[in-house]
């Protein structure tokens, strides 16, 4: 595994839309709505404008799997990330996560995840996050440097 990094364009597009509106990501999700296309778009020049957030597309010999963000705040970022159902079982997760966790400058790291997303909460443990609080919800997580 060879993964890289590198920030996602409007080019990427289509494979953020085809991974976020597929029915076990979005299982995965907060938000388990199904959006169109146009939605998408304007969320993605939204996201891509926000000099408060980083999205990067992982790749792995030129094939993208997964997608991974950051978003900053004072002195913490947030971390959501979105592997490729194709890609899913590869450790590519923990491979973004390790990846973006190693550029930050953040003194707190933190992950949200739902309790019966047993895959990112494996990626958080790996990661070396620690579990802060659990309800029927979310779990959070915090990574503290």
Known sequence: MAVTLRKVTMEDAPYLYEWRNDLRVRENCFDTRPFSFESHIQWLESILADTKRCLFLGIDDGVPVGSIRADFGENECELTWAIAPSQWGK?????????????LECPLIVSRTKPANIASERICVAAGFQEISRNERETLWHLRR
């Open 91 to 103: 450790g590519y997760g923990k491979e973004l996560v390790r990846l973006l966790v190693l550029t």
